[in-house]
């Protein structure tokens, strides 16, 4: 059985409802990350296995106990918040303790665990500092050292990189991934950030209007989305209308060109048009021997980005975006010249839905 | 030339607040003939009744600060927690006592908890000293209220109220360990509000019957001349005294310079 299950969760906030019919099973370690744009009920899944919001409808169980009906102060999770949540009147050591001196644990074993919490954030030194004496991102470790001190059963995360700059995000997710590997913490992760989900979760369940549209691992996510919602939120994606030529074999036809998608046989019938989409790196720039297709395209833009290139250009009869890497040998090509584009049909995503 | 008018109307608002307090003070000194001297204060500190009036409405403000406390806090930390839309009730409820003079509430209080009443309060010196506590709370409560809820404002309520829950703490704890201590200074300020107010009336404590500060001020001041100016002064030093103490306390609260 898993370690946490919710079961056909609803919410509903007056005559909305913010969440429909979610159900999840996690595995006990498991980092599963919750993605959707604002308002596609994410938070409130969170919060309802947190206990801060009823559910209307389904239940919810931790390591095989329903928690359903708990209040949030007897379900031991720890949480960290976007908002940092530190106490303000408290040091950094009185902030991590206060979950243990809340249960009554001795002073010896509050000092010794908050020495160890401290230490593991790297922030050993630092212990009878007040919060507004911290940056933003030492303030978001402390909160996660004072989540994890009363050694909780699950660890929720409610955008706790939303409020930090991008380098201090890049480095506090891995070493909020490499803790929770560390202690093997079952951690659900709430995010609207696709690159900070793919980037440190074991799945990732991408949110819509309330319903998980899609559960899989990153890769899973982002190569073979399963709705065209989950196609367009997660990565960059190119759109191309094609031709069905023999649906049995999947083979289609674009701007003349044959290729064959990995999704055979087709519910189309040949002749009709589908809607497919290709990752802008399965647009490879120059003619590649082991491409089905090869197309030209007219370069309308270039963004260099440090190690990628990514180029905007027409390309049958689409504006399409294609990533390719810099190489410091190879200047980009200009704005307005045409280049040779290689393509594949297994790289095409069929859009349904 | 804007600097010379803005200079100008300051030192005429200094003027205007400075010169009686000038006056009264030097009028407070001048009780021996033809010199100053601190002859007013002596008698007004060697009067039994100072100190007992003193004394008495120094332990009444500080119920009245403990109760208004104990109501105010949980009261305004709720309304921003659960009940924001109650808010605006809850804000005019607070500033009745502003527009109901004393008086009404004092007369209320009597005809509600007169000694042939269902709760006789009035019937024993204690009972009447909670009357008159609740009184005061009634009177200080626009007071307090402010000052708590614009302490509660600086911080953020909801998400410190469910960090705390989800470390297992409960109401009490929440409301104790980290609530009340963040808008300590808050408090503070409202405390001392409702001792200068508490200090000050007359009102209540006269139609009560109880023998608190207001009474004896008033009654000094209908049959002496130079002590009650001296009064004056000794309660403008105490109400200076909390305002200071009100800075000390901001100052050395460390947490409370990161709200600055």
């Not at chain 1, 940092?84 to 001196?101: E, I, R």
């Not at chain 1, 933003?136 to 059963?153: D, N």
């Not at chain 1, 989950?230 to 994606?237: D, Q």
Request: charged share 15%; proline share 5%.
């Amino acid at each position: 059985m898993s370690f946490l299950t919710m079961t056909h969760l609803e919410k509903i906030f007056g005559q909305n409802r913010v969440v429909k019919d979610f159900s999840l099973s996690v595995e006990k370690g498991e980092f599963i990350s919750l993605l959707g744009p604002s308002g596609c009920g994410k938070t409130t899944v969170l919060r309802m296995v947190a206990g801060f919001e009823s559910p209307s409808a389904g239940g919810i169980t931790i390591d095989g106990k329903d928690v359903t009906g708990l209040k949030a102060n007897s379900r031991n999770i720890g949480m960290m918040f976007q908002a940092y949540a530190l106490f303000p009147n408290m040091t950094v050591a009185d902030n991590v303790a206060f979950g243990l001196k809340v249960k009554g644990a001795p002073k010896a074993e509050r000092d010794a665990r908050v020495a160890e919490m401290l230490a593991l954030i790297g922030l050993a030194d630092l212990g009878g500092r007040f919060p507004f004496q911290l940056s933003g991102g030492q303030q978001q470790r402390v909160a996660l050292a004072r989540a994890l001190a009363p050694r909780p059963s699950v660890l929720l995360l409610d955008e706790p990189l939303s409020a930090l700059d991008a380098k201090v995000r890049v480095s506090l997710r891995n070493q909020i991934r490499q803790i929770q590997q560390e202690l093997g913490i079952t951690t659900i992760f709430v995010t609207h950030d696709q690159e900070e989900a793919m980037s440190i979760s074991d799945r990732i369940v991408v949110m819509n209007g309330g319903v998980a549209d899609q559960v899989g691992a990153p890769f899973e996510i982002y190569n073979r989305p399963r709705t065209r919602f989950v196609a367009n939120f997660v990565g960059t994606l190119n759109t191309f209308e094609v031709e069905v030529a023999d649906p049995a074999s999947g083979r289609v036809m674009l701007a003349g060109q044959g290729l064959t998608l990995p999704d055979a046989p087709l519910a189309a019938r040949a002749g009709e048009t589908l809607s497919v989409a290709l990752r802008p790196e399965a647009l490879r720039l120059g003619r590649l021997p082991d491409a089905e297709a090869l197309l030209t395209a007219k370069v309308t833009d270039v963004h260099f980005m440090g190690s990628v290139i990514r180029l905007k250009a027409d390309l049958a009869g689409a504006a399409v975006s294609l990533d390719t890497f810099n190489r410091p040998d190879t200047p980009p090509p200009v704005v307005g010249s045409e280049v040779e584009v290689s393509l594949s049909g297994r790289d095409f995503i069929l859009l349904q839905a | 030339m804007t600097r010379f008018f803005a200079w100008g109307a300051f030192l005429f608002g200094c003027l205007y607040f400075l010169l009686p307090l000038v006056g009264m003070t030097e009028f407070s000194l001048k009780m021996r003939r033809g010199e100053y001297s601190f002859d007013a204060y002596r008698r007004v500190f060697e009067d039994q009744r100072f100190w007992d009036t003193f004394s008495y409405s120094l332990i009444l403000s500080a119920a009245t600060i403990v109760v208004g406390v104990l109501l105010v806090v949980p009261t305004a930390y709720w309304v921003r927690l659960k009940l924001p839309q109650a808010r605006p009730v809850i804000e005019f409820i607070t500033l009745l006592p502003l527009v109901i003079p004393a008086i009404v509430i004092v007369f209320g209080y009597i005809r509600l908890y007169n000694t042939s009443s269902f709760l006789p309060l009035t019937g024993s010196a204690l009972g009447t000293d909670i009357l008159l506590t609740m009184g005061y709370t009634t009177l200080a409560l626009p007071y307090m209220y402010r000052s708590v809820d614009t302490g509660l404002r600086t911080i953020d309520v909801t998400t410190l109220t469910e960090a705390a829950q989800s470390l297992g703490a409960g109401w009490i704890t929440i409301l104790a360990r980290i609530i009340l201590p963040n808008v300590m200074v808050a408090v503070l300020s409202g405390a001392f509000l409702t001792l200068a107010i508490v200090l000050g009336e007359f009102t209540m404590a006269a139609l009560l019957n109880r023998p608190a500060f207001g009474p004896f001020m008033q009654l000094l001041g209908a049959n002496r001349a130079y002590e009650p100016p001296a009064l004056a002064v000794i309660a403008f030093a105490i109400t200076w005294g909390c305002m200071g103490l009100m800075q000390l306390v901001t100052r050395f609260s460390k947490h409370e310079r990161a709200k600055a």
